[in-house]
């Protein structure tokens, strides 16, 4: 149980355009879904955290407009990169947790890999 | 807000020696600390978690410690195998907080 799909698990786009990512959450409902990018060799670095039915909570240093997250439905949640760039190559990872009050470990997604040409 | 500290960035040992990561952390009412390991080109998976009312877990080669008092939580890994090689990342995360604080990670290379 407890699994988190997401979809593209790579992408190649053009400088300018958008692109969306997928996050799911197949056999559990969650609330709150949260967003990472991830360098190469380094940490998971959290974005947003994605709330089901209101905004996203974003961490500071993150572009909102940027970054666009929607989390429309308690099994999925949206991250778009908007006008993409170069610098916004790298790799994206959503994960979720079955919410419980004493803590509960993340499930990731497969993660997206972006590059941006 | 939190801070993890975690160390070694990058540890080597020998197959069947041991190997210990450490991770220290700010925030005291942190009350749930995993660990997860991430293979190359893969999602993080945990492999083990410890919440703040007990000080020691253990399962099969794989053991997790915690001091409150010092805010600190070590992985312990006996008996390395070299599908053991992998990028590991301790977290803490407080109750109801919903997101969770990493580490660095630490780059473990298990020699043949």
């Known amino acids: 149980g407890a699994v988190v799909s997401q979809h593209p698990s790579w992408v190649i786009c053009k400088s300018g355009t958008s692109v969306k990512i997928e996050c799911r959450s197949l056999?559990?409902?969650?609330?709150?879904m949260f967003w990472y990018r991830q360098f190469p060799k380094q940490s998971l670095m959290l974005m947003a955290t994605?709330?089901?039915?209101?905004?996203?909570?974003?961490e500071q240093g993150v572009e909102k407009d940027k970054f666009l997250i929607n989390h429309a439905s308690l099994t999925l949640s949206t991250l778009t990169v908007t006008s993409a760039h170069p610098e916004d190559s790298s790799f994206y990872i959503c994960?979720?947790?079955?919410?419980?009050?004493?803590?509960?470990?993340?499930?990731f997604g497969n993660g997206t890999r972006l590059t941006v040409t | 807000g939190e801070n993890v500290e975690q160390h070694p960035s990058t540890l080597s040992v020998q197959e069947g020696d041991s190997a210990v990561i450490k991770c220290t952390y700010s925030?005291?009412?942190?009350?749930?600390f995993p660990w997860y390991k991430q293979e190359l080109g893969k999602r993080p998976q945990l492999i083990i978690d410890?919440?703040?009312?007990?000080g020691e877990k253990k399962d099969q080669r794989i053991a997790v410690t915690l001091n409150k008092t010092a805010k600190h939580f070590s992985l312990h890994i006996t008996e390395t195998q070299p599908e053991d090689s992998a990028v590991y990342f301790c977290?803490?995360?407080?109750?109801?907080?919903?997101?969770?604080?990493f580490g660095d990670g630490t780059t473990l290379t298990v020699k043949p």
């Open positions: 994960s979720a947790r079955i919410e419980t009050d004493i803590g509960s470990p993340l499930h």
């Open positions: 056999d559990f409902q969650a609330t709150t």
């Open positions: 994605s709330n089901e039915g209101s905004k996203a909570t974003y």
């Open positions: 925030d005291s009412a942190s009350n749930y």
């Open positions: 410890i919440r703040s009312n007990v």
């Open positions: 977290a803490a995360s407080r109750p109801g907080a919903g997101k969770s604080t």
